[in-house]
């Protein structure tokens, strides 16, 4: 099932929203950087002008966001149904999922040996759980997954005990996860998180000290991603820059051991990649640091270069929808022209 970009608006409409301060740094002072998302809805995205944090507001409730999870998630992208495509080694989940497992697997120095505990918060099909066991024998692996299809083929697919369940209410699984872990992996998890930092103190309490933390996110602003209103939409509450992330995981008590924000590795598509600590010592309430007006002045710069662009695209709808038109009349030509049946292939376009 995919919506229509007029059922996306009516289903923004319909929703109870409200009007929110900066989860990073509380502040009030906002500035608007787009008014809709990459399937039409009406969405408004803003930028902090204290701590260059990118989210929506007003954005729908919590409870809200939870009953479209459940319901209409998963059908709202094309080719997200099938949890086998993701064990596909040409597909680009598990290219990431490679990625991931390698640069986790990096951060443990030595490690890989010894009995450690892994959770992966949202495994969706358990790929990166499956290609971690295969390289740690002797680890004991768990993974949350909201989506009730893509839990059941993570628990027949990797030795992991999966639980089904929001990754918004974490505290649930203390009790079932009784012991701390020494890694949690966070793959494309924090920019759906109402209060990032709150989620990544709660993600602390699970690992023991100095245990490694693997979080993943879009870069809202990749310096090869010409298109990040691909990046905005209604589930995509918190959008990420390195420095927010970096500001995100200080405050709530990580250490940065490493970040990659490179242009390229396989299936990444824009996103950027840390590794980080838990380190007690830093855990607590810490002073932010707020951006200088040059600081802020040089994000806004790339935002106005980035949004500005795309939304004249956007704009310019009539010769796209032409394009495809022309793309479609030489497509039926060509099929014509071999003596296929126009009518017969088109149906299943
Ligand atoms: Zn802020």
Known sequence: MKLTREEHRSLYEQMQKEDVPCSLCDSRQQVEILDLDKNGMPLRTVICGRCGFIFTNPRPTEKE?????????????????????????????????????????????????????????????????NLLGQSLPAAELYGIEPTDSFAAYARENTRAKIFSGQCHALNHYKTPLNRRMDVVTLVHVLEHMYNPVQKLREIGEFLTDGGLLVVEVPNILHRDCDAPIKKVHIDHVSQFIPSTLRRALTQAGFEVLDEFTDTYAPGKRHAMTFAARKNVRLS???????????????????????????????????????????????????QLRKGANPEHSRSSE
């Open 284 to 334: 607590g309430e810490r002073p932010f640091p707020f951006l200088t007006a040059n600081e802020f002045e040089a994000i806004y710069d790339v935002v106005k270069k980035k949004f500005v662009l795309r939304v004249n695209k956007t704009k310019d709808a009539p010769a796209k929808k032409k394009l495809t038109l022309w793309s479609r009349l030489k497509r039926k030509a060509g």
């Open 65 to 129: 966001m939870l009953a479209f999870y459940r319901t209409t998630y998963r059908g709202f992208y094309t080719g997200a149904s099938d949890p086998a495509k993701d064990y596909n080694p040409d597909s680009r989940v598990y290219k990431r999922a490679k990625w991931i497992c390698d640069f986790t697997l990096r951060h443990l120095r030595g490690r890989q040996a010894e009995d450690i505990r892994i959770l992966d918060v949202g495994c969706a099909s358990g790929i990166l759980l």
